[in-house]
């Protein structure tokens, strides 16, 4: 009994990974360094703020949430975006002054990604 269990639990977690295919998505942002924030901090903050832009232009292109409730989802994404996002990498980053743009990609899990913002898509 107890290895049916186990047969039946492995053969539900192939059936979602093998349902929900990985997506690539690519965002950028520009930030303004302030004072007191060094190089490192700035460039990690505008990676996640650029990774931020990439899924919410995902959710908007995929068409499963309109303008109202991504008002209501972008504090979640931010504060989740480590949790969101696999493999982030810069693929443009420029420093000019104070002022650093990136653009990055990474991979995500849609079932993953619905099931952090508490979506029923």
């Known amino acids: 009994m107890k290895y049916l269990r186990l047969l039946t639990i492995y053969f539900l977690l192939n059936l979602i990974s093998a349902q929900s295919p990985s997506v690539r998505i690519e965002g950028s942002h520009t930030l303004t360094q302030s004072d007191g924030m060094d190089l490192y901090q700035a460039i990690d903050q505008c990676l996640g703020k650029a990774l931020v832009n990439g899924v919410y232009e995902y959710l908007l292109i995929s068409n499963e949430y309109n303008e109202e409730e991504m008002n209501t989802i972008m504090p979640i994404l931010d504060g989740a975006i480590q949790m969101c996002v696999k493999a982030p990498v810069i693929i443009k980053q420029e420093v000019n002054g104070n002022e650093i ?20 898509n």
């Open 101 to 120: 743009f990136i653009t990055a990609e990474g991979i995500i899990n849609p079932f993953i990604l619905n099931q952090i913002l508490g979506g029923n």
